[in-house]
């Protein structure tokens, strides 16, 4: 998750990468300390609007949709229409929850093959 956290940073279409394992991250230095790892979830928010972002996830080929996230197979959802749906959008967006975050398990395929993945789409 690390490494598909750092190549996400450096894609032209993301505007911002949420994983506490980034020095970038406000809170890296506490989850250094507390955790002996970072976790395999992932959350960055696309630089474009909802339906710009679902048509850069349409295009994905390893991770796909899915409405919850846990499986050894990477997946993905987008809060602002599953998880947090219920929500108008202007309190999504006060927690933070933009239509453009995207929230990604990463599962157990070959890192390289996933980031080429993400790099293909959101570059």
Not at 4 to 22: N, T
Request: net charge neutral.
């Amino acid at each position: 998750a690390l490494k598909v956290a750092k190549a996400l940073e450096k894609c032209s279409k993301v505007a911002k990468v949420i994983y506490p394992g980034l020095t970038s991250h406000p809170d890296h230095v506490r989850a250094r300390e507390w955790f002996k790892g970072f976790g395999g979830m992932v959350s960055f928010e696309f630089d474009g609007d909802a339906a710009q972002t679902d048509t850069a996830l349409k295009q994905l080929k390893i991770p796909f949709l899915a409405p919850s996230l846990g499986g050894v197979e990477s997946l993905y959802v987008r809060p602002a229409t599953a998880s947090h749906s219920g929500i108008s959008k202007a309190d999504r967006e006060k927690l933070g929850i933009k239509d453009s975050l995207v929230r990604v398990s990463i599962g157990l395929e070959d890192t390289e093959d996933l980031i080429e993945d993400f790099r293909r789409v959101l570059n």
